[in-house]
């Protein structure tokens, strides 16, 4: 079975979910929160970098263009922006402390483990695991 899509096509939906959308939505945060996620369960640090290249394939054009808004001076996609926003809110809350030496984000679990509750919903929310650090972290003390 052959799709027969030309460029042009393909260029305009290419992150098409199915015959009952004619249109990707655009990204919001909350769209954008589990990828993050997914990466800092998989293996307790994340790149932007990173976030993008999950997200990208349900992405609409529209999200992947750099110079997004009149109102922001600058070059980031949408997709970009919303993942440092969500990146620059969890570093505010002390959920993930960013390491310059690496250029990535680190989940932690805050000072008297306050931020292990946060991350035990993200964890049943995926119906995913604890990061093994965490976990040896939680019974050593």
Known sequence: MSL???WQQAEDCPGTTGLLHDETPALNHATIRPFVWGVLLARCAVRTSEVLACVTPICSTEDLKSGFSEEIEDDRTRAE??????LGDWTASGLVRYNEEKDMWVLTKGQNDRNLPT?????????????FHLSLESWNG
């Open 4 to 6: 027969n899509l030309d």
């Open 119 to 131: 991350i035990i919903k993200a964890v049943a929310g995926v119906d995913g695991q604890l990061p």
């Open 81 to 86: 922006w919303l993942i440092d926003e969500i």
